[in-house]
């Protein structure tokens, strides 16, 4: 897989997530996938953390879901921040995906409370947003997101780069990837 479409921040990657549609093939990854609320649509069962898609649309909720299921991943919901800060604390999902404008706790103070908390403070946020522009990518890269999604994306390619971002959280700390991946 080449570039996913990224417009460099430095190291931080700002994704326009129609820039490369076309690159939205499946990683093939075997990743875990879980049952009850959580989405699964099979490959190998392991691992129960998966990841958690934070979002006030429930189309948008949907269509992660099935895109992160079909990479195999398991897929916890929450459509507020505040929930999604519970699920997070008890959960503890490999990575975190969050719009940004939320009602209530939004993307940005969702990512600030995840941080003030010893207990979340390490876990891999990625940001979803429909405004363009480097101010808020830059505050994302500043909170320590992984990276700056804007919409519309391409659905294959977020849920291949959020496979990816898995396998690197499981195995050791968050660092901010470049601006491709392979």
Same mark, same amino acid.
């Given at each position: ?17 129609? @820039? ?5 093939? *499946?990683? %093939? ?8 609320? *959580? ?5 190998? $069962? *392991?691992?129960?953390? %998966?990841?958690? =898609? ?6 948008? $909720? ?7 299921? #079909? ?41 600030? $409370?995840?941080? %003030? ?8 946020? =990625? ?7 480097? @101010?808020?990518?830059? $505050?994302? %890269? ?16 977020? #849920?291949?780069? &959020?496979?990816?971002? &898995? &396998? @690197?959280? *499981? ?5 901010? =990837? #470049?601006?491709?991946?392979?």
């Amino acid at each position: 897989m080449g570039s996913l479409g990224t417009a460099g921040l430095g190291a931080f990657p700002l994704v326009s997530g129609l @820039a490369n549609a076309d690159q939205g093939q *499946r990683s %093939g990854l075997q990743l875990s996938t879980g049952g009850g609320e *959580r989405w699964s649509l099979g490959r190998n $069962r *392991r691992e129960a953390n %998966g990841s958690l =898609i934070v979002d006030d649309d429930a189309s948008v $909720r949907l269509v992660c879901a099935v895109n992160l299921a #079909a990479e195999g991943l398991q897929v916890l919901e929450a459509a507020d921040g505040l929930d999604a800060l519970e699920q997070a604390r008890r959960e503890r999902p490999h990575l975190l995906l969050t719009d940004v404008t939320m009602p209530g706790l939004d993307g940005f103070q969702f990512a600030e $409370r995840l941080r %003030g908390d010893e207990r979340t403070h390490g876990m891999p946020v =990625i940001l979803l947003s429909g405004e363009v522009g480097q @101010a808020n990518a830059q $505050r994302a %890269g500043a909170l320590g997101a992984l990276a700056y999604w804007t919409k519309p994306f391409d659905s294959g390619a977020l #849920a291949a780069f &959020v496979a990816h971002e &898995v &396998v @690197a959280a *499981r195995a050791g700390p968050a660092q901010c =990837i #470049a601006a491709t991946a392979t």
